[in-house]
Nanobody, 119 residues
Framework: QVQLVESGGGLVQAGGSLRLSCVAS????????MGWFRQAPGKEREFVAA????????YYADSVKGRFTISRDNAKPTVYLQMNSLKPEDTAVYYC????????????WGQGTQVTVSS
């Protein structure tokens, strides 16, 4: 099992920045990648960004490309999501997730952190 705890959400004005953190604990060796997802009210959860523990390769949704940056610190182990030039449409609950090495699916999820961007 992998436990994930997010932090860093909050209220920010449009154009502002926030940095989300996700600390992983437990059997982290069973995960080979981490992702950030978000869910806005009345909408389905959507992919935001992902990275791998080993190479640090990164992947982004088109809607955040150029504004958000995902990074990881293997020693902690923690994954970050730096969000710049925030827009009201970025308002959502943000979740981090760990990809299970055996299945390749996001098997472990954090509790989520609220990000609200005011116009």
């Amino acid at each position: 099992q992998v436990q994930l705890v997010e932090s860093g959400g909050g209220l920010v004005q449009a154009g502002g920045s926030l940095r989300l953190s996700c600390v992983a604990s437990g059997r982290t060796v069973s995960s080979n990648g981490m992702g950030w997802f978000r869910q806005a009210p009345g909408k389905e959860r959507e992919f935001v960004a992902a990275t791998t523990w080993s190479t640090g390769s990164t992947y982004y949704a088109d809607s955040v490309k150029g504004r958000f940056t995902i990074s990881r610190d293997n020693a902690k182990p923690t994954v970050y999501l730096q969000m710049n030039s925030l827009k009201p449409e970025d308002t959502a609950v943000y979740y981090c997730a760990a990809k299970a090495r055996l299945t390749g699916t996001y098997a472990y999820w954090g509790q989520g952190t609220q990000v609200t961007v005011s116009s």
